[in-house]
C-alpha cells in the first residue's frame, strides 16, 4: 500500500482496521470474506504447491485474515488469533518457559491470569515471583538465572493504574527473558505497545477488539518466531479459535478505532462528571489529573481508555444499590463492549479477597467499575444520576447535570 496517514510508508491505524487482512477485492468476488466453515481444506501432497491447512492450525481463511489484521494494528511482524485472552497468555508464557523456568510478574494482573501463574503454573515445573510494578528496582532484583518472561498488564483493573514500561523492559532485556504485556484494557488505538518495547503483545479480545460482547477470543502480536512458538502451543494445547469467532473478530476490529474514539472522549467526560456527583468519593481515570498515573498516562496513551471506576460512599451496600437502580448501563462482568457495563470487584474480579485486603489494593467496598460504551453521554448521565439519587441525605447526586 501507498503511504498513509501514519505520514510513513505504512497505511494509518484506522485504514489498517478496515483493510488489513482482508482479500484484494477482485470482479464478482463479495466484499466481506465469508465465513469459511470447513475444518479441513482438500490437499493431496506437497505437489499441491499449498500449506496443509486445518482450523486447529490457525491456517483457516478467517483465522489468517484476523491475525494478519492484528499485526497490522500492533505494527508487528506476526499475529494470532486465539480461543480467549487466557488461551493467549497461557500458550505465550508456555511457548517461552519449561519447567524449571521462572516467570516475573506484576502484582497487578487479571485474577485468572494470577491463578495461572500462583497456582497453576508451578504445578508444571514453572514459578513466578510477583512484584509492585511501580518499584522500578522490584523487576530486576525478582530476576533468577531462570527467568524466561516478565509480564505486565496495563492499565490495570480495577484501579487503570499506567505502570512504566521501562524497568520491566530494562529487566526483561538484561535477562534475555521476553517483555510480555496484557494490553486488553489499552487496545492498539491507546498505545502500541511493540513500540514500548514489548516483545508479545496480549490482549482479550473479547474486550474491546471484539466490541459487541458476543465473542470470545484472544490475541496475539510479535515477531514472527515468537509466534510461531505460541502457535505452536496453540496447537497441540488447542486453544484456537474457532472461524465464526474468528469472523465476528475481524468485523469487530474494523471500527476499533472509531469506537476507540468515542470510548476515551465519553469516559473521560463522564469521569470529570462523575467528581461532581456527590456521594462519589473518589473518581478513577488516568485522565484525571488527581490519578496518580496521569503524568505518564498522558505522555505515554493517544487516549485514556473507556473504563472509570468510581468509589460510593455507604461502602458495598451503596454500590448494590446503585447497580441495582440502573435502567441502561447494564450490571455483568467483562468490558469493552458498545453497551455500558458496570461491576463490583468484590463481587467478581477480587471476590477471594477479604473486605480488608481488598481496601489495601485500592478497591474499598463501594467501589464500582464502569466501562462506558457508546450510548448518548446525557443518557448515561441520566441513568447514573437516577442510580445515584436515592436514601436522600445519604449519597444523594448533585441536580444540575454539569
Ligand atoms: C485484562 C484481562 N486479561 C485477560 C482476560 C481474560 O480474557 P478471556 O476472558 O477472553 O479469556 C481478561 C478477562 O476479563 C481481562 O480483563
Same mark, same amino acid.
Given at each position: ?79 494470532? %488469533? ?11 508464557? *508456555? ?58 498488564? *496495563? ?40 513500540? =514500548? ?5 496480549? =490482549? ?21 518466531? *515468537?509466534?510461531?512458538?505460541? %502457535? ?58 488527581? =490519578? ?57 474480579? =477480587? ?52
Amino acid at each position: 500500500m501507498k503511504s498513509g496517514a501514519s505520514g510513513k510508508d505504512r497505511p494509518g491505524t484506522a485504514t489498517s482496521a478496515v483493510h488489513a487482512g482482508c482479500p484484494a477485492p477482485r470482479p464478482g468476488q463479495p466484499v466481506v470474506q465469508p465465513i469459511v466453515r470447513s475444518s479441513t481444506f482438500y490437499w493431496s501432497g506437497p505437489s499441491d504447491g499449498v500449506d496443509l491447512r486445518y482450523s486447529r492450525y490457525g491456517n483457516n481463511p478467517n483465522q489468517i485474515s484476523v491475525a494478519a489484521k492484528v499485526a497490522a494494528l500492533e505494527g508487528t511482524e506476526a499475529g494470532l %488469533a486465539l480461543a480467549s485472552g487466557m488461551a493467549a497468555i497461557s500458550s505465550t508464557i *508456555l511457548a517461552a518457559a519449561d519447567a524449571g523456568d521462572h516467570v516475573v510478574a506484576s502484582r497487578h494482573l487479571y485474577g485468572a491470569t494470577h491463578a495461572l501463574l500462583a497456582h497453576e503454573l508451578p504445578r508444571r515445573g514453572i514459578t513466578t515471583t510477583f512484584v509492585d510494578p511501580g518499584d522500578p528496582a522490584a523487576w530486576g532484583a525478582a530476576l533468577t538465572p531462570r527467568t524466561r518472561v516478565v509480564l505486565i498488564e *496495563l492499565p490495570t483493573n480495577p484501579t487503570l493504574r499506567v505502570f512504566d514500561i521501562g524497568p520491566a523492559r530494562r529487566a526483561a532485556r538484561s535477562a534475555g527473558a521476553i517483555l510480555a504485556a496484557d494490553m486488553t484494557f489499552a487496545t492498539p488505538v491507546n498505545i502500541r505497545a511493540a513500540e =514500548h518495547g514489548v516483545d508479545a503483545v496480549i =490482549h482479550s479480545a473479547t474486550k474491546y477488539l471484539g466490541g459487541h460482547s458476543d465473542l470470545i477470543a484472544g490475541v496475539v502480536a510479535g515477531s514472527r518466531p *515468537l509466534i510461531e512458538g505460541v %502457535a505452536k502451543m496453540m496447537k497441540l494445547y488447542g486453544g484456537s479459535i474457532d472461524p465464526q469467532a474468528a469472523w465476528l473478530l475481524e468485523r469487530g476490529m474494523r471500527t476499533l478505532p472509531a469506537r476507540m474514539e468515542r470510548h476515551n472522549r465519553s469516559a473521560h467526560a463522564l469521569a470529570e462528571w462523575f467528581t461532581g456527583v456527590e456521594g462519589v468519593r473518589q473518581v478513577l481515570y488516568p485522565g484525571l489529573p488527581s =490519578h496518580p498515573d496521569h503524568e505518564r498516562a498522558v505522555r505515554m496513551l493517544r487516549g485514556c481508555g473507556g473504563m472509570v471506576s468510581i468509589v460510593l460512599n455507604g461502602g458495598g451496600e451503596a454500590a448494590d444499590r446503585f447497580c441495582s437502580r440502573l435502567r441502561l448501563a447494564v450490571p455483568a462482568p467483562s468490558l469493552g463492549g458498545v453497551e455500558t457495563l458496570v461491576s463490583q470487584p468484590r463481587h467478581t474480579s =477480587h471476590v477471594d479477597l477479604t473486605s480488608e485486603e481488598r481496601e489495601a489494593l485500592g478497591i474499598p467496598d463501594g467501589f464500582v467499575r464502569i466501562s462506558v460504551g457508546l450510548e448518548d453521554l446525557e443518557d448515561l448521565k441520566a441513568d447514573f444520576r437516577h442510580a445515584a439519587a436515592t436514601s436522600p441525605g445519604r449519597w444523594a447526586v448533585e441536580q444540575a447535570t454539569g
